[in-house]
């Protein structure tokens, strides 16, 4: 950013070209006499993009009329190349005074069109009213630059208070029925992993991992004495523990976020069955939402592998049995294919020292 004022001349660079050194030394002398102390000149169009991409002018002053590569051709150049940014006035000062010239020149970018030998006054008054021009549009673009940075933090800032909402939410649900409150994050972090092994992109496996430990929080309408039963539940028990499926889908209905959005699709269906047999809608195969089936295989393995009141710890390479029981049945065969990749079995040895 320029930290001086558009009077404050002698902090502006400029960029002069032209093959004729008698006119550089001219334009020199002119800029020089105006206050511009920044000044660099160029006989070699040739050479001309790479030097003013390396020394980033302010203004540049172009000839047309030029061996090897003319003006036209040094123009079409900068003002294609994408590392040249941001408004770069340029001016083009030539003896030819063709309104064809001019048309060209304009069409190709030029920013004004003055002809030789010019009026001195003239060209003064161009060079400070462009750098004046370059000057508040700098200051612009730093303006728009903290403008979005601001609103970038801003946008972090909440978007980093949902997450926090969204754990919380899941760990109070999950304290229901596992007093460490981490199986919901367990079930989380495996969901996301399956997903990429499934195919899901990055974004969309980072939504799943986000959103999947909301996948029970329906529980929190469901008794404790059901939830915490050491014993088979009975049918009537059975029936109010699935309804805490719809409950979290009502729980999680309608937001705007696109987290809980994905957590609702995950707490009505992640129940559901590859067979159809599942509940709470009946669902079979495709039908069931791809985030559904994966959370049911990762809830599943997460809850045969840890205590739960009715049931102890079972070893990975048990579960990892279960799940692949179930595959076809239970649960989607492609997303028991891609959870067998991320678990690997336990050797005999690791088995025996857990």
Not at 11 to 27: C, E, R, S, T
Not at 65 to 83: A, F, H, W
Request: proline fraction near 5%; include cysteine.
């Amino acid at each position: 950013m320029h930290n001086f004022s558009p009077s404050d001349v002698s902090g502006f660079h400029i960029f002069v070209l032209d093959d004729n050194p008698i006119n550089l030394l001219l334009m020199s002398k002119l800029l020089a006499k105006a206050g511009y102390t920044h000044v660099t000149t160029s006989s070699s169009p040739e050479t001309a993009e790479s030097d003013i991409v390396a020394s980033v002018p302010d203004l540049i002053i172009l000839d047309l009329n030029m061996p090897v590569m003319d003006g036209y051709e040094v123009l079409r150049r900068i003002r294609t190349n994408e590392s040249i940014t941001g408004f770069l006035p340029v001016l083009v000062f030539t003896a030819d005074a063709s309104g064809t010239a001019r048309s060209r020149a304009l069409e190709l970018g030029a920013s004004d069109f003055l002809t030789k030998p010019g009026d001195p006054d003239e060209i003064r008054l161009r060079v400070r009213n462009f750098l004046t021009m370059r000057h508040y549009h700098r200051q612009l673009e730093d303006q728009n630059a903290a403008l979005e940075q601001r609103v970038q933090e801003r946008t972090r800032s909440l978007y980093e208070a949902q997450l926090e909402v969204v754990y919380r939410l899941a760990l109070a649900g999950d304290y229901r029925d596992d007093s460490t409150g981490e199986h919901c994050q367990r079930v989380g972090e495996m969901s996301g992993q399956i997903a990429l092994a499934c195919g899901m992109n990055p974004t969309e496996a980072e939504l799943v991992r986000l959103a999947a430990p909301l996948h029970d929080i329906g529980k929190v309408g469901v008794s404790d004495l059901i939830l915490n039963k050491p014993g088979k539940l009975s049918e009537e028990e059975m029936s109010v523990m699935r309804r805490h499926t719809e409950l979290g889908a009502a729980i999680l209905r309608n937001s705007k976020s696109e987290i809980l959005q994905m957590a609702h699709t995950i707490a009505l269906s992640h129940h559901e069955r590859w067979d159809g047999n599942g509940y709470c809608s009946n669902l079979s195969g495709e039908a069931i939402p791809l985030p559904g089936r994966i959370v049911a295989v990762a809830d599943v393995f997460d809850a045969l592998t840890h205590v739960r009141p009715y049931k102890r710890a079972w070893s990975v390479n048990e579960a990892r049995a279960e799940i692949l029981r179930g595959s076809g049945t239970q649960f989607d065969p492609k997303v028991v294919e891609a959870f067998l990749k991320i678990v690997p079995e336990e050797s005999e040895s690791s088995a025996e020292a857990a």
